[in-house]
């Protein structure tokens, strides 16, 4: 008897149940999802945290969630107590990164023209070789650079990073340039050049404010990686041309009381990355995966 | 530059198309040459810098890997054909250092490819604060590579103060266990740390990924009552593989090349010595320099197999995005 009930009753039933069911689920899926991303976030929350904790409150354990913030770790840090303080490493790091941008750009721009608007033949095989010089290791290549630097004097100077960043970032930039530069629409182009417009004119007019936030993006990933590399900078400077990362490699011994140093430092050296990073977060897939993605 | 370009502009305005590809059928052999030579000249700048830059350190290590050559005895240096080959392939800790290296990247990539490929499910609806749960999970990439595993070494991993000891004390009181994660587990060290830096990585390139499915046949599939898992199953996997692909393919090129973590977190000790910091460390502390070539050139080869596979997935990506 209650059989027939149910039986009558399930289409009703699912009408007015399906969706609370679905809203509970989606509810709970958005829950997990802000889970997992505080999950990822919490050491580097921590890691803020602990950079405005005194010393000796950030080496604690149980660890003291309400310790009393200070700036210290970051006195300590600007303050140059410990080696000859931050601020040569952090120029080195800016000259060596935007110097070698500006190349990367000079370099890039014209040849993804050429690879592009107005291609050469076999254009793809060009490209194909500029991304695999990307996927050769860099430590092969380490020993003769080293070896170059150390018999022409180029050891410990600023610009062989550049030179070498250059190189590291062109292909990258090649790529992601030659796929934004592939977006300015050819009948633009064509209408210009029919009503008389010269290359300059093409240039500046149409095909700039098409690719333009492009090549933001690709010069800020081209910066992310500048900043970020160490193994030739570890190799190939010293006192004078130090870079950030060698700077920060300098804490992996440390003993005693640093912790609160330590996070300060690796905040302030990683600030830039973070914002370039979100400045550019739309175009960061396809600058990754070399202009693969969108 | 200016001169040879507007010589043959007029021309070319008219011809656009043939300097695509085909050769032009007027008999003009002289400015076609010329202008193929013009639109080669904005490319060759950047082509001769990366060969020079990139291939030529390339040429001298493989002369260099034929030599018996320790750079504290310069005057010792001669010869040795294979020899340095044979060394490097009967080396037992730069066979492990292939192994651990085999190893590490094999574990960092697949689980940020799991995590990644969760996360960006998770990712791929709408909820509230969407964006900001984004940006959350790609923080951890945008942290410098050394400065994300010193944050590991030293303020999480430490037996003594580090978070995670922290928690442990936290949940279990004070006779919680208090285990010294980078000794106990050293390679396991390294692996969490990287698959916390790659995970977003994987996250970002499967969300494209994602948001590139076609909508009319995921509707289509809603419309014909396909269940949740069916449309994931059969629709979103297939769809995906590519996309999974790719992020192993460039998680691998770059894993395996890793150096920072390895030598931040272990300093290379404890069994994880990649080949990266081995070779390091032939040659700029074992002043070895035939060797470490010997090994250059190896790691070369090996990576050439990789490279080759990631080549295709580009190239077949790239031919779809042309079509379309």
Redesign the interface.
């Known amino acids: 008897m209650s059989a027939s009930v149910t039986v009558a009753d399930p289409r009703k039933a699912r009408a007015v149940t399906a969706p609370r069911t679905v809203r509970r689920r989606?509810?709970l899926?958005?829950l997990?999802?802000?889970v997992?991303?505080?999950v990822?976030?919490l050491?580097?929350a921590?890691?803020v945290l602990?950079s405005f904790h005194s010393e000796s409150d950030?080496?604690?354990?149980?660890?003291s969630l309400a310790a009393p913030l200070t700036l210290d770790g970051y006195r300590e840090f600007f303050g140059g107590a410990w080696q000859s303080g931050p601020w040569p490493a952090l120029a080195n790091s800016l000259t060596a990164s935007v110097v070698s941008t500006l190349f990367v750009l000079v370099?890039?721009l014209?040849?993804a023209?050429?690879?592009s608007i107005?291609?050469?033949?076999k254009w793809?095989d060009?490209l194909?070789?500029?991304?695999?010089?990307?996927?050769?290791?860099?430590?092969?290549?380490?020993?003769?650079?080293?070896?170059?630097a150390k018999n022409t004097g180029f050891l410990d100077n600023i610009w062989l990073l550049v030179?070498?960043y250059?190189?590291m970032n062109?292909?990258i930039a090649?790529w992601m340039m030659h796929s934004f530069l592939a977006e300015v629409p050819v009948a633009l182009i064509?209408a210009a050049?029919l009503d008389g417009a010269?290359?300059p004119t093409i240039l500046a007019r149409v095909v700039a404010p098409v690719a333009a936030p492009g090549i933001a993006a690709t010069a800020l990933i081209c910066f992310?990686f500048s900043?970020?590399e160490?193994?030739f900078a570890?190799?190939l400077t010293g006192v004078v041309a130090q870079t950030?990362?060698v700077f920060?490699?300098g804490?992996?011994?440390?003993q005693g009381l640093?912790?609160a140093k330590?996070?300060a430092?690796?905040?302030v050296?990683?600030l830039p990355?973070?914002a370039a990073?979100?400045a550019a977060?739309d175009k960061?897939?396809q600058g990754?995966?070399?202009g693969?993605?969108? | 530059m200016s001169t040879p370009?507007t010589a043959p502009?007029p021309g070319a305005?008219n011809e656009?198309p043939s300097?695509?590809?085909k050769p032009a059928t007027k008999p003009q052999e002289p400015p076609n040459k010329l202008r193929?030579w013009v639109?080669?000249?904005?490319?060759l700048?950047?082509?001769v810098?990366?060969i020079v830059?990139?291939?030529?350190?390339?040429v001298?290590?493989l002369v260099?890997s034929f030599f018996d050559w320790n750079a504290l005895y310069p005057e010792a240096r001669r010869f040795g054909g294979f020899e340095n080959y044979g060394e490097v392939l009967g080396d037992a800790a730069l066979r492990e250092s292939v192994i651990t290296t085999a190893i590490l990247t094999a574990v960092v990539v697949l689980t940020s490819l799991v995590l990644g490929l969760?996360?960006a499910l998770?990712?791929d609806?709408t909820?509230?604060?969407?964006g900001?749960?984004?940006?959350?999970?790609?923080?951890?990439?945008?942290?410098?590579?050394?400065?994300?595993a010193?944050?590991?070494?030293?303020?999480?991993y430490?037996p003594?103060?580090g978070?995670l000891?922290?928690?442990l004390?936290?949940v279990f009181g004070d006779d919680g266990p208090?285990p010294d994660w980078v000794a106990e587990m050293p390679l396991g060290a390294v692996e969490v740390a990287l698959i916390?830096q790659w995970?977003?990585?994987m996250m970002?390139?499967l969300?494209?990924?994602l948001q590139?499915r076609p909508a009319d046949s995921l509707e289509a599939a809603r419309i014909d009552g396909a269940s949740a898992w069916q449309i994931f199953r059969y629709l979103t996997v297939p769809h995906l593989r590519r996309?999974l692909e790719?992020g192993a393919l460039?998680g691998s090129?770059y894993i395996?090349?890793n150096?920072?973590a390895v030598?931040?977190i272990t300093?290379g000790g404890l069994g994880t010595a990649n080949?990266?910091y081995t070779?390091?460390q032939t040659?700029?502390q074992g002043h070895e320099?035939g060797l470490?070539?010997a090994a250059?050139?190896l790691?070369?080869l090996g990576?050439?197999i990789?490279?080759t596979l990631?080549?295709r997935?580009?190239?077949s990506?790239?031919r779809e995005?042309a079509r379309s």
């Open positions: 989606n509810a899926l958005g997990l999802a802000w997992c991303g505080l990822f976030f050491p580097i921590w890691m602990t950030a080496a604690t354990n149980p660890p370099l890039a014209p040849a023209y050429a690879l107005r291609p050469v033949r793809t060009v194909f070789f500029f991304l695999s010089t990307k996927m050769l290791p860099v430590v092969a290549g380490l020993l003769p650079i080293y070896l170059f030179i070498l250059t190189s062109l292909p090649v064509e050049q010269r290359l992310i900043w970020n160490m193994l570890r190799v950030a990362p920060l490699t804490f992996i011994t440390s640093f912790l330590v996070c430092a690796s905040l050296i990683s990355v973070l990073g979100f977060q960061l897939v990754l995966s070399l693969a993605v969108k | 370009t502009a305005r656009r300097a695509a590809g193929a639109t080669r000249a904005p490319l700048p950047a082509l810098f990366m830059v990139t291939q030529l350190p390339f001298a290590t260099v969760g996360l998770l990712l609806r909820f509230k604060g969407r900001l749960v984004r940006t959350l999970l790609i923080a951890p990439f945008l942290l410098v590579p050394v400065a994300a010193l944050l590991w070494k030293h303020v999480l430490n003594e103060y978070l000891n922290g928690m004390t936290w208090q916390w995970t977003p990585f970002l390139i969300l494209a990924g590139s996309y790719l460039l090129i395996v090349q150096f920072d030598f931040t300093s080949l990266p070779i390091y040659f700029y320099y470490a070539s250059g050139v790691v070369v990576s050439l990789i490279a990631a080549l997935v580009v190239s990506l790239f995005e």
